[in-house]
């Protein structure tokens, strides 16, 4: 462990005189000066090569000048022990209370070690396997000094043209809720190890519903879908302890989130009693002034600060406007004082006072980084994830001898794409890739060609792609290898770095010449096995009718060729299920399965135009909500209920016969879903409520019991609260949320 001296603080909390967090938080706001407090409030990104000599000029100098005087609270961006290190010395030693720092970073799947996307990870519906992989995140980025991500991300989204799409659970606010307590969970751990780090539940909130699935753009919603959509997974986050929140860039009804009162101080800090801290995106304090809500950076910083953003991202704002602000007034210091005890509250949680240097062990970082353990880890969570869409004439698993394969695809043979969007910390190159995966089972042949490439090129700004829309001069060797080929398997789909944020999309159709490929190919060999990598759901309706296998691979990581190949050849059986719906035109986004019904779903007509549809599609999504396959054959029978009522303050069971009817042992992920027939709201046509996962050996059979009880039929409803309304609901259940066993039953409120 690297040495490090104690100041005054540090020394006050080690004495026995403090027996609770608050007490020392209190003992050191007492020290503390008003531009103490604000500093606090400060978050800088990393700035200068701290092992070199420190800035003399310009804003680096500045903020410098800032660190040494204990206006920093926390940095971000800044990673490797030995520059962790640097800086927490010079803010335990130099500074004059000698407050540590936090050390922010977005680990959002995976430091070095990159797991799936977190949109792939929700597929698996394995609470303990995401719980798993935020863990081994959080243990690798803890080696390395951080000590804090800005994850999960539990916004939900009903639009795949969205980019961040990739960084969510997807568009159910149940399974969303779930998935966030797990990531929570992984993340935090016990906060007094040196594996665990803070969470940051974000974005707060609505920003998966901008409008036209374009990133930053304004998002209007009612309270009805704010309150049952868009914030229960946030609640859940608070619920699970998660130490920190960060507000959005979005504005929600005409006021930018970084600004929103009724969001941070009343609904999170008052009636959820949120104790930790809120922290801007970046930049989104001063964003509010483009956003035409702010005239300029104080008053900017007047807003935020009143609305309870506590902690600011890089707009300067608070440091430099802050102080002037409570002099004139406009802020009140009770205001600082509380974000400052927020942010102090969670250091000591963390126990940063009672050792500043708590991550900084450049042995243990050498020996941590990239260790065996994780790597089998995110493999385990890769295969989890793959989705089965669809297998015509049992075409997989592949043979594994006697068989000529023709692998096809730029990306089967990329290893920076699989690592996908937001893995900041990763080397390009480190990810296996699907022809190294394959080549792991030599007793077929294998034969490779390119095809096409997907990305031409990286544009100025490093983390975006140009796409190829015209180069076809690879399709030739790509059909003669098809030709020549028993089975071929095609892997397209999109780069890893055309999703996530600023990567909205238009299109959501296979990019580029890619389509064109697949038909080519399809001409000269009808047996493709199409495996897509991507980030998001996309609009592939001609590869639907027409390729007889599908699987959804998205960008699964580190170990993405691997976990890939397994499934392919069938020593993984796939038991991903879809966390968002997957379109059959763009036209038809956002499309999701807890839609409402409308006053006229279906007309009985048969040439009637008169009811909600499309003239030139239909309304059905191409691949369901829950949708996903095995190699299994799973059956659903004997729906039973254990009564068709029941009151408040009671409960009835739901019970299903699942049979795994093949020679195959399998995983399958059942579902319940709850239609309230009629409410003060109009509700959905169904909403998950439950799901199992569950293994059956081979032509094994069990019973699947679920409980429904008030809490399961609660909504926020027009009286403005979470409650239960009496009346008739179908259940369903099944394997997605389109094949359904259903019956149906009565609460009532006596």
């Not at 699989?418 to 296996?432: C, F, K, M, Q, Y």
């Not at 909500?625 to 069971?653: A, P, V, W």
């Not at 709850?674 to 709201?681: E, F, K, W």
């Amino acid at each position: 462990m690297l040495s490090f001296a104690c100041n005054a603080p540090k020394r006050v909390m080690a004495s026995k005189e403090f027996d609770s967090i608050d007490q020392k938080v209190d003992s050191v706001m007492q020290l503390m000066t008003l531009e103490e407090k604000i500093g606090q409030l400060n978050q800088y990104n990393g700035f200068w090569d701290v092992t070199g000599p420190a800035p003399k000029e310009g804003q680096a100098a500045k903020k410098y000048e800032d660190l040494k005087n204990g206006l920093v609270g926390s940095m971000l961006n800044v990673k490797g022990v030995k520059d962790v290190y640097a800086l927490q010395k010079i803010a335990v030693e130099q500074t004059r209370l000698g407050i540590p720092l936090l050390f922010g970073f977005d680990v959002v799947h995976g430091y070095k070690t990159i797991s799936p996307i977190p949109l792939a990870e929700a597929a698996s519906w394995d609470l303990e396997a995401i719980k798993k992989s935020a863990a081994i995140a959080a243990e690798e980025s803890a080696a390395v000094g951080i000590n804090w991500t800005f994850a999960p991300m539990v916004d939900i989204s009903r639009d795949a043209r969205w980019g961040r799409s990739m960084e969510g659970a997807g568009e159910d606010p149940y399974l969303g809720s779930l998935i966030a307590i797990a990531r929570i969970e992984g993340f935090q751990g016990d906060l007094s190890s040196n594996k665990s780090i803070l969470a940051c539940a974000k974005h707060f909130a609505g920003y998966g519903f901008a409008e036209s699935g374009r990133d930053y753009n304004t998002v209007f919603v009612s309270d009805e879908i704010l309150h049952n959509v868009i914030l229960p997974p946030f609640k859940a986050s608070v619920a699970a302890g998660v130490k920190t929140f960060m507000n959005s860039f979005n504005d929600l009804n005409g006021i930018p989130a970084t600004g929103s009162a009724f969001l941070q101080r009343d609904l999170l800090k008052e009636d959820w009693k949120f104790d930790g801290f809120v922290v801007s995106d970046w930049g989104s304090i001063n964003e509010m002034i483009p956003h035409g809500y702010a005239k300029d950076s104080k008053q900017a910083a007047e807003i935020a600060i009143n609305a309870g953003s506590d902690m600011d991202m890089e707009s300067y704002a608070y440091v430099a406007h802050l102080r002037t602000l409570v002099e004139e007034g406009k802020v009140a210091v009770a205001h600082i004082d509380d974000a400052a005890r927020r942010i102090l509250r969670t250091k000591f949680e963390l126990g940063l006072f009672e050792n500043p240097y708590k991550y900084c062990d450049e042995a243990y970082e050498k020996a941590t980084v990239g260790k065996p353990d994780f790597h089998e880890g995110v493999l385990d969570m890769a295969k989890k994830s793959i989705v089965l869409l669809k297998n015509e004439s049992h075409l997989l698993p592949l043979k594994k001898s006697g068989q000529k394969i023709a692998l096809i695809g730029a990306l089967a043979n990329d290893k920076t794409s699989p690592l996908g969007s937001w893995r900041i910390a990763a080397d390009d190159n480190t990810a296996v890739s699907v022809l190294e995966g394959m080549q792991k089972y030599p007793n077929n042949e294998l034969l490779y060609a390119k095809g096409a490439d997907v990305a031409v090129g990286r544009t100025q700004f490093m983390w975006e792609t140009k796409i190829n829309m015209t180069d076809t001069s690879g399709f030739a060797e790509a059909i003669e290898t098809a030709k020549k080929a028993d089975v071929v398997v095609m892997v397209l789909g999109e780069h890893g770095l055309q999703s996530g944020e600023g990567r909205s999309r238009a299109d959501l159709g296979l990019p580029g010449v890619q389509q064109q490929l697949l038909e080519a190919v399809a001409e000269v060999n009808p047996n493709i096995v199409l495996v897509l990598t991507n980030g998001r759901p996309l609009a592939i309706p001609w590869a639907a009718e027409n390729i007889p296998a599908i699987v959804e691979a998205w960008h699964l990581g580190t170990q993405s060729g691997n976990a890939i190949a397994q499934v392919l050849y069938g020593d993984y059986n796939p038991s991903g299920k879809l966390p968002m719906t997957f379109p059959r035109n763009i036209g038809q986004v956002p499309i999701y399965y807890n839609h409402k019904n409308t006053g006229r779903p279906v007309m009985n007509e048969p040439e009637s135009v008169f009811w909600s549809h499309y003239i030139d599609e239909k309304n059905t999504p191409l691949y369901a909500f829950g949708h996903g396959l095995s190699y299994s054959k799973f059956e659903y029978t004997d729906l039973k209920l254990s009564s068709t009522t029941f009151s408040k303050n009671g409960s009835i069971q739901v019970s299903v016969t699942l049979k795994n009817n093949s020679n195959v042992p399998g995983k399958e992920v059942v579902q319940l879903y709850i239609r309230d027939l009629v409410g003060s709201y109009i509700r959905p046509v169904k909403e998950l409520k439950g799901f199992e996962l569950v293994s059956l050996a081979a032509n094994e059979t069990k019973t699947i019991t679920f409980t429904i009880d008030e809490s399961t039929l609660a909504f926020y409803t027009a009286n403005n609260r979470w409650e239960a309304e009496e009346g008739e609901f179908t259940v369903f259940v099944g394997g997605s949320s389109d094949q359904n066993l259903t019956s149906n039953f009565q609460y009532t409120n006596n």
